[in-house]
């Protein structure tokens, strides 16, 4: 089949590897690249930077409400548009464009988890489970049909990104044999009275706040992990935590309760000790490298 491929973060990669291999992807569409820095240096996408790697060509439009971006679209007489993350809502002229339709590659088993974040608010919350939903797409967002969906297990001790990765697989592979069988799949409609919305991450939700209970904390270090980050702060520096576990001692929530060898620090209903750390403006380590070298005071509040 002819695709146009829209996607944009490291999730989407994966997929748009193997659609290359199997189809003719005539045109990547993903966000526009940043600058950063003095010298205004150009940061493109994952997607962007993969695309070139395989001589396909990138479009990065703001937006494709516009009239003169639909007709280009358009103009590359594809068979269907395959969306993996790609971060911007597809108007109603586009989702009717494609014979074959748009179809979606979401992390999580619809209608759990729609919107923008579904990988790290499943561990958030303490899903037993997550996965990807090859879907239909339509204007509501990640409201259509599911062709295909396959689960995996959320482990006691998986993060972010190790949940990212996996379902970046998953995704892939998945989208090929959903796209080997489309044809003959009668797609399930979701069921509106299950739906729960991911919404968006935000830093401002990192601020560790030592009155929530231990597992509701170590819940957000794993979902967290390794962006947005969850961190506390300390003498007016910021402290970020990659890995903690429960730990039986009691205290006041937010004070330190054992500095040397081991940090830990008291909750509402325990404490947790932070296994690896990231000192602001430092690397990551385990957290006896840190100590060896920062001091923290015993009976100090976080």
């Known amino acids: 089949m002819k695709v146009i491929f829209m996607g944009t973060p490291d999730f989407s990669v994966p997929v748009l590897d193997e659609l290359t291999e199997l189809h003719d992807v005539v045109a990547v569409y993903t966000r526009a690249p940043t600058e950063s820095g003095r010298g205004k240096k150009v940061n493109k996408s994952p997607i962007h ?56 590659v979401h992390a999580s088993l619809l209608p759990r988890w729609r919107g923008a974040a579904p990988i790290q608010r499943a561990i958030e919350y303490g899903d037993k489970k997550s996965g ?45 044999k959903t796209l080997e069988n489309l044809d003959s799949i009668t797609p399930i409609k979701q069921d509106e009275n299950l739906v729960t919305y991911a919404k968006k991450l935000d830093k401002k939700e990192c601020l560790i ?17 390794p962006y947005p980050s969850m961190f506390f702060m300390y003498n007016n520096e910021r402290f970020k935590i990659f890995e903690a576990e429960a730990i039986d001692k009691r205290g006041e929530s937010g004070t330190i309760l054992k500095s040397d060898k081991e940090l830990v620090i008291a909750t509402i209903d325990g404490a947790i000790s932070v296994t690896k750390i990231q000192r602001q403006g430092k690397q990551v380590m385990d957290i006896d490298s840190l100590l060896r070298g920062f001091e923290f005071k015993t009976g100090d509040k976080v």
């Not at 679209?73 to 809502?89: E, H, P």
């Not at 001790?157 to 995704?171: C, F, N, P, V, Y």
């Open 132 to 176: 990807i939903s090859i879907m239909k797409m339509v204007e509501a967002l990640d409201a259509g049909d599911v062709y295909s969906m396959q689960e995996i297990e959320i482990t006691p001790t998986m993060t972010g990104g190790q949940l990212h990765d996996k379902l970046s697989e998953i995704g892939a592979s998945l989208l090929i």
């Open 209 to 225: 706040d030592f009155n929530e209970n231990t597992e509701t904390i170590l819940r957000k270090i794993r979902a967290f992990n």
């Open 49 to 104: 930077i993969f695309a070139d790697s395989k001589g396909i060509e990138v479009r990065t439009p703001l937006s494709l409400r516009n009239i003169e971006e639909q007709e280009i679209l358009k103009s590359y007489n594809a068979d269907i548009a395959i969306v993996a993350a790609y971060g911007m809502l597809l108007p109603k002229e586009v989702l009717e464009m494609f014979p074959k339709g748009c179809i979606n």
